[in-house]
Nanobody, 118 residues
Framework: QVQLVESGGGLVQAGGSLRLSCAAS????????VGWGRQTPGKEREFVAR????????SYVDSVKGRFTISRDNGKNTVYLQMNNLKPEDTGVYYC???????????WGQGTQVTVSS
């Protein structure tokens, strides 16, 4: 069982930056791939960034490439999402999820709100 808690959301102006954190419980966190997803108004939920348990495999959705960076510190059981040059369309609830497969997740956090003003 893995419990995930997101933090770092907030209100930021367009062009600004935020860093989200996903803190996990459990001693085998490095065995889990993690994804950062978001639910934006009027759109389907999507995963914007994924990282493997070791951190050696990373992927991004096209809309955030070059602006978002996912990373992890397994010693701290934490995955980060650095978001730069934020746009109003990045507004939404961001959540992290973990699982034993790169694109399939078994555990989910509650989410953190990100609001980007124009």
């Amino acid at each position: 069982q893995v419990q995930l808690v997101e933090s770092g959301g907030g209100l930021v102006q367009a062009g600004g930056s935020l860093r989200l954190s996903c803190a996990a419980s459990g001693r085998t966190f490095s065995s889990y791939a993690v994804g950062w997803g978001r639910q934006t108004p009027g759109k389907e939920r999507e995963f914007v960034a994924r990282i493997s348990g070791s951190g050696s495999s990373i992927s991004y959705v096209d809309s955030v490439k070059g602006r978002f960076t996912i990373s992890r510190d397994n010693g701290k059981n934490t995955v980060y999402l650095q978001m730069n040059n934020l746009k109003p369309e990045d507004t939404g609830v961001y959540y992290c999820a973990a699982g034993t497969r790169f694109t399939r997740y078994d555990f989910w956090g509650q989410g953190t709100q990100v609001t980007v003003s124009s």
